[in-house]
């Protein structure tokens, strides 16, 4: 599964780092580091983490697939 977390959205929250702390990683205040692919074992983490963001900027799946970056 690919996500992507749109960066001009995303304020440093970390609400996706407290859920997902295998993928998301924050690097100072507001530089979102992130594996883009995300493995079997970590869907359920990544689709909370998704859905706890305050901006929604991590978009998952199809929603990852229609942007372009
Ligand atoms: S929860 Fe959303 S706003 Fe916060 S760091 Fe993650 S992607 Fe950015």
Redesign the pocket.
């Known amino acids: 599964m690919r996500i992507v ?1 749109d960066l001009n959205r ?8 407290f859920l997902a702390p295998n993928l ?1 990683e ?1 690097h100072g205040e507001e530089a ?1 580091l992130y594996n883009p692919e995300v493995p079997e074992d970590q869907l359920e983490h990544v689709q909370r ?1 998704a859905a ?4 929604q ?2 978009l998952v799946g199809e929603e990852a697939s229609t942007v372009v970056q």
Do not use: N, R
């Open positions: 977390v995303c304020q440093g929250y970390a609400q996706c780092v998301f924050l979102l983490a706890a963001c305050p901006v900027a991590v």
